[in-house]
């Protein structure tokens, strides 16, 4: 089982419509969580943080489920400009180097 | 401007030599990591470094070396040793302490012909 997973898509949707991503891990113990964007060809760059209370950015929101292990990222009224690979991200805690476990990305394409 | 830097963009080499990338970064970062990316798949770790003169391997460091002399600088070699070294290549850096964040730099697209 890979220690972080996602569904790769590609997410087809319409401008306007709410789209969710979620993505599962694999150690119990991790204790960091994070949603990045990547664009095509370009490096990837940090959307937002997760916490365990859940938090919200604009049209984004990021919701974490510790008993199932599992992230998730909502998208509401998704943009043209959303278009991108979005990538679950986990710091499974399994030593202090920092080291950050990377899925391999759910491709969204938002249509007009 | 405060960031990090990768250079070059892309990177054409042949068969049989190595190949040394460049990352600098000017944020003052402990932390240094680089990942290679294939298409379809996550980023994978080669090395990091957590502290000057000091580095790890991560979980797929064969056929690549990195040296870290100063803090801004951690360059890394692609060797001929590398038995499938076209990818793309991010640095990573970290400020360390209380934060997991990874800020990367724009990436080094290498292709072995």
């Known amino acids: 089982r890979k220690e972080v997973e996602q569904d790769p898509g590609p997410f087809n949707v319409p401008e306007g419509a709410t789209v969710a991503f979620n993505c599962t891990y694999s150690n119990s113990a991790s204790q960091s969580f994070f949603w990045y964007r990547q664009d095509c060809r370009k490096e990837p760059k940090l959307l937002m943080s997760?916490?365990?209370s859940g938090n919200e950015d604009g049209r984004f929101t990021a919701q974490l489920n510790r008993a199932s292990q599992y992230i998730s990222l909502l998208i509401r009224d998704s943009k043209l400009s959303d278009s991108a690979t979005y990538l679950c991200?986990?710091?499974?805690?399994?030593?202090?180097?920092?080291?950050?476990?990377f899925g391999q990305g759910t491709t969204l394409q938002v249509k007009p | 401007d405060g960031g990090i830097t990768q250079s070059p963009k892309y990177l054409f080499r042949k068969e049989g030599q190595n190949v040394t990338l460049s990352c600098e970064q000017n944020l003052n970062h402990d932390a240094m990591y680089w990942y290679r990316q294939d298409p379809g798949q996550g980023l994978r770790l080669i090395y990091y470094?957590?502290?000057?003169?000091?580095?790890q391997k991560g979980d797929i460091a064969e056929g690549y070396s990195v040296s870290r002399e100063k803090k801004e600088s951690f360059p890394l070699t692609v060797t001929s040793a590398q038995k499938n070294p076209t990818a793309f290549y991010l640095c990573a850096s970290n400020p360390g302490h209380s934060t997991d964040t990874q800020y990367f730099g724009p990436g080094t697209r290498l292709t072995v012909l």
């Open positions: 470094s957590q502290i000057v003169n000091d580095f």
């Open positions: 991200v986990v710091n499974p805690r399994s030593s202090n180097t920092g080291k950050l476990i």
């Open positions: 997760v916490y365990s």
